[in-house]
């Protein structure tokens, strides 16, 4: 087997629907293979039931956090060339990974894709995407850059942002030797990376970037002050599956007193007295004039979902241009099990498309 999943579960996306939220329409891909409303994917199912009890035993802490992570799988099916180039901004210095298909060879004027990792400011690693970025350069035949920046607390707000912004002026200005077209270059990322791409938006001219390409974003960090309101009622749950889904919506819930988990990150984030409301770091209150077209994805069991979907349709009242698709049935950070939930993989055809408009 290729992957974890038969390769036909990828058809069953095909049969997406459509709702309004917000005022704004989003397309739904179901579970491709449970038509049940209110359960959970069963490959995240299984995922859950491994992990609640280990969950709740680990004491919340920076050292346990940076232990977490996902062995994804390699998909690809040519040759994938990896180069690493070392940048430095305010005397720091950090990583850009390179993935880009051996064929054809000295190959020019390529889209490239920026890629910023997620991990809540705090965790994860080039490493993190690095099979679903590989696949994606494949399938699209793009430059793929895998931005290994400055985690906090050791590196606070705004070094991470800086280091986003440094990595596109870097691209544009060695577009040549690079081999991409630098007025098409797509900046992307998953959660708080996709909090840092669309936060860097604003040092650049929209027309300058191709697109962008968010993985259920983190956009408001202000969770006591939000402009919409958040309601567990949103998500749709049959009782035997809410205490696998539960405990995952902590993120972004802004129903009751900010978690301890948020709490933990923004004093990890946000360690000079900055405003969880600033448009740095809460990009929810950027105009949407400060983005190019984007495609933006997120997760039905994602306690992030309300923020990302309520922010698709605030860019598109603004005359801005975002397309929102939501998968049914599976929680935060489903990129992370490419080869194993096949969403993962979908997802990442969608972004095809999208580059190739």
């Known amino acids: 087997m290729r992957a974890f999943y038969d390769d036909s579960l990828l058809k069953g996306f095909a049969n997406c629907g459509e709702i309004e939220v917000f005022g704004n329409k989003i397309t739904v891909k179901p579970i491709p293979d449970v038509a049940t409303p209110g359960v959970l994917d069963p490959r995240e199912f299984d995922l859950a039931k491994k992990t609640l009890e280990e969950r709740k035993a680990t004491p919340l802490s920076l050292e346990n956090l940076r232990k977490e992570g996902f062995p994804n799988i390699n998909l690809n099916t040519v040759e994938i060339i990896t180069k690493v180039y070392h940048l430095e901004h305010d005397g720091l210095g950090f990583d850009l990974w390179q993935y880009v298909p051996r064929k054809p060879f000295g190959a020019s004027k390529r889209k490239a894709v920026?890629?910023?990792?997620?991990?809540?400011?705090?965790?994860?690693?080039?490493?993190?995407?690095?099979?679903?970025?590989?696949?994606?350069?494949?399938?699209?035949?793009?430059?793929?850059?895998?931005?290994?920046?400055?985690?906090a607390p050791e590196h606070p707000f705004p070094c991470a942002l800086n280091e986003v912004v440094e990595a596109v002026r870097y691209l544009k200005?060695?577009?040549g030797s690079l081999g991409i077209d630098g007025e098409a270059i797509y900046l992307a990322g998953?959660?708080?990376?996709?909090?840092?791409?669309?936060?860097?938006?604003?040092?650049?001219?929209?027309s300058s970037l191709g697109g962008l390409i968010l993985f259920y974003p983190?956009?408001?960090?202000?969770?006591?002050?939000?402009?919409?309101?958040?309601?567990?009622?949103?998500?749709e749950m049959q009782d035997a599956y809410k205490p696998f889904i539960l405990p995952r919506l902590i993120l972004g819930r802004s129903d009751a007193n900010i978690s301890p988990l948020g709490k933990l990150l923004a004093s990890f984030y946000l360690?000079?007295?900055?405003?969880?409301?600033?448009?740095?770091?809460?990009?929810?209150?950027?105009?949407?004039?400060?983005?190019?077209?984007?495609?933006l994805f997120t997760a039905e069991y994602d306690g992030l979902r309300i923020q990302a979907e309520y922010f698709a349709?605030?860019?598109?009242?603004?005359?801005?241009?975002?397309?929102?698709?939501?998968?049914?049935?599976?929680?935060?950070?489903?990129?992370?099990?490419?080869?194993?939930?096949?969403?993962?993989?979908?997802?990442?055809?969608?972004?095809?498309?999208?580059?190739?408009e």
């Open 173 to 175: 200005q060695n577009a």
């Open 114 to 151: 920026l890629y910023v990792h997620g991990g809540s400011y705090i965790t994860g690693s080039v490493y993190s995407e690095e099979n679903p970025m590989k696949y994606l350069t494949e399938i699209a035949g793009c430059a793929v850059f895998n931005l290994d920046y400055s985690l």
């Open 190 to 206: 998953d959660s708080a990376g996709a909090n840092l791409v669309l936060a860097a938006c604003p040092s650049f001219e929209p």
């Open 271 to 295: 360690r000079n007295g900055e405003s969880r409301s600033d448009p740095r770091v809460s990009p929810l209150y950027l105009h949407a004039f400060s983005f190019p077209k984007m495609l």
């Open 313 to 356: 349709s605030k860019v598109n009242k603004e005359g801005g241009d975002c397309r929102c698709i939501r998968y049914k049935g599976i929680h935060h950070a489903f990129l992370d099990k490419f080869g194993y939930f096949p969403q993962a993989e979908d997802a990442l055809w969608e972004a095809k498309r999208f580059l190739e």
């Open 218 to 235: 983190a956009v408001a960090m202000n969770l006591e002050s939000l402009p919409f309101e958040w309601k567990e009622s949103d998500y």
